[in-house]
């Protein structure tokens, strides 16, 4: 069973330019989170989302950052005309569905994160 | 609003040392609290979860104990090695019903030295 799957691993965009981040979910898992990580600053909760739906956006900030979880396909994180503070880790955990509650149903597993540069 | 502050902000030990990591958040009305290892440069790796139920987890040389009432999580790791090297994080989950966001502490960033 592959883990989270992000892509790219690094991205570089010039000031401008729209960014396009990848997320593919567990095997079996419905439920998807992005965060970011600033650096030298904390993780961040941006957006939660469920197949088709998003639950919590909370997190995200107001203009040029939009995510989607279609019914087929990964999950995409989007970021447009980006800006040099936009620069961080950008982290994607998934988990499983809420049916049947356990331990490992609460349990966010995460992808190794994508690096976004912009210059 | 809920805060997550984990001490102390880095920690060198020798070899074979026990030791413990702290994290306190403000509002105790959590759904559970997970910790977490990250490497430098790259992805999360989940080490225990503790339902706001239970007092303590235990994983191997790892052992997460939590305090709701009192706002305190601690992870202790026995007789540490120097690939446990990486920084430690701290997360709760408020969950009510579908809230099921983590939110952070800034970590712990341990190096355990042969």
């Known amino acids: 069973n592959a883990g989270v799957m992000q892509n790219p691993r690094h991205l570089v965009r010039r000031r401008g330019q729209e960014a396009r981040l990848r997320c593919s979910p567990m095997k079996g898992h419905s439920h998807v989170y992005w965060y970011r990580q600033l650096p030298e600053e904390g993780l961040k909760f941006m957006v939660y989302?469920?197949?088709?739906?998003?639950?919590?956006e909370s997190g995200m900030p107001k203009e040029r950052f939009s995510a989607e979880f279609p019914k087929e396909g990964p999950s995409i994180l989007r970021i447009q005309q980006v800006v040099r503070g936009d620069s961080a880790a950008y982290f994607c955990a998934s988990s499983p569905s809420t049916s049947g509650r356990t331990f490992f149903t609460d349990t966010q597993y995460f992808g190794p994160g994508t690096r976004l540069t912009v210059l | 609003k809920q805060e997550v502050t984990q001490i102390p902000a880095a920690l060198s030990v020798p070899e074979g040392e026990n030791l413990v990591l702290n994290c306190s958040f403000t509002?105790?009305?959590?759904?559970?609290l997970q910790w977490f290892r990250q490497d430098p440069g790259k992805g999360l790796t989940s080490l225990l979860l503790?339902?706001?139920s239970q007092r303590e987890q235990t994983s191997g040389r790892l052992n997460a104990s939590l305090d709701k009432s009192s706002g305190r999580s601690t992870l202790y790791i026995a007789a540490s090695q120097p690939g446990d090297s990486a920084t430690y994080l701290c997360a709760v989950n408020l969950n009510a019903g579908n809230n099921r966001k983590l939110i952070w502490g800034l970590g712990t960033s341990l190096a355990v030295n042969p």
């Open positions: 503790i339902q706001s």
């Open positions: 509002d105790s009305a959590i759904y559970n």
């Open positions: 989302l469920q197949k088709e739906n998003i639950i919590d």
